[in-house]
C-alpha cells in the first residue's frame, strides 16, 4: 500500500507522455484504476492521491468495498462479465458498466436502474480475438446492438471497449486499438453520439492512447500484482 503513491504517479507520467507523442492532450484519457482482488486500504490509497474511478470484475468482492467506502465520491465501474442474476445489483451500486454484450443484460440493467439516479453509463464490449472463452459481440453484430442498447431509456451508451489478447507486439497492439477506434467511427457515421473507447491496460497503454484510448485501464502497475 505505501507504495501506491509512486505507482500511481508513474502511471500517470506515462499517460501524460504517450499522450503528448501521439498529439493529444492529457485530459483526453481518463485513468480507471482497477482494484480487483484489492483490499478497500488499497483504494483509499489512491483516493488520497486524487483518484476517483474505481474499476472491479467481481460483484461479490465488490460490493463490501463499495458499502465501506460510501462516504467516499468515488466513480465505481464494473469491467467484469455481466450474468443476468447480477444485472440488478449492478445497476443499482455502479456509474459505469464497461462490458454489454447482450441486449438481455442491458434491458436487465436498465429496468433496474433507479429512478432517481442518473442514466447508467455503459459501452459495449467488442470481441477482437475471436477467443470463445472472452466476453464481447462481434463486430458484424455491434451496429444492431449498438442501436438497441442506445434506446433503452435508463442507460447512455458511451462507447466501446475491448480485452484483446496480450501480447508485446507493438504492430499487433495498434493494429487491435485501431480496429476499435474504426468501430467507434462508424457508429458515429450511423448517427450514434459516443464520446468512449474503453482500452488499453498496464502493458500496452502506450498503444491505446496512440490509437485514440479515452479511458484506460490500469491495475498491476498501480496496486501490484493479484495475490
Given at each position: ?20 507523442a ?6 483526453e ?15 483509499v490509497?489512491?483516493?488520497r ?12 468482492d ?9 462516504d467516499l465520491?468515488?466513480?465505481?465501474h ?21 462490458g ?6 442491458a ?24 477467443e470463445?472463452?472472452k ?9 444492431a ?18 480485452l484483446?489478447s ?31 473507447l ?12 496512440a ?6 485501464r ?10
Amino acid at each position: 500500500m505505501n507504495e501506491i503513491p509512486q505507482r500511481l504517479a508513474e502511471v500517470r507520467r506515462r499517460i501524460r507522455a504517450a499522450a503528448q507523442a501521439a498529439g493529444r492532450r492529457a485530459d483526453e484519457v481518463a485513468l480507471l484504476a482497477v482494484s480487483k482482488t484489492k483490499p478497500a486500504a488499497d483504494i483509499v490509497a489512491a483516493y488520497r492521491e486524487g483518484q476517483r474511478q474505481f474499476g472491479e470484475n467481481y460483484l461479490q468482492d465488490a460490493m463490501p468495498k463499495v458499502d465501506a467506502l460510501a462516504d467516499l465520491a468515488i466513480e465505481w465501474h464494473f469491467i467484469g462479465r455481466l450474468q443476468s442474476n447480477k444485472a440488478a445489483e449492478i445497476s443499482r451500486h455502479f456509474a459505469w458498466v464497461h462490458g454489454i454484450d447482450q441486449h438481455k443484460h442491458a434491458a436487465r440493467l436498465s429496468d433496474h436502474r433507479p429512478m432517481q439516479a442518473p442514466p447508467l453509463q455503459v459501452c459495449i464490449q467488442v470481441n477482437l480475438s475471436g477467443e470463445a472463452t472472452k466476453g464481447g459481440v462481434q463486430p458484424a453484430e455491434l451496429p444492431a446492438l449498438a442501436h438497441v442498447v442506445a434506446g433503452l431509456p435508463r442507460l447512455r451508451l458511451r462507447g466501446l471497449m475491448t480485452l484483446p489478447s496480450p501480447t508485446t507486439d507493438l504492430a499487433t497492439q495498434h493494429a487491435v486499438f485501431a480496429q476499435l477506434r474504426g468501430l467507434l467511427e462508424d457508429l458515429q457515421h450511423r448517427g450514434l453520439e459516443l464520446d468512449t473507447l474503453s482500452m488499453g491496460m498496464s502493458a500496452d497503454m502506450e498503444a491505446a492512447i496512440a490509437e485514440g484510448s479515452t479511458m484506460v485501464r490500469i491495475g498491476t502497475d498501480i496496486f501490484g500484482a493479484r495475490g
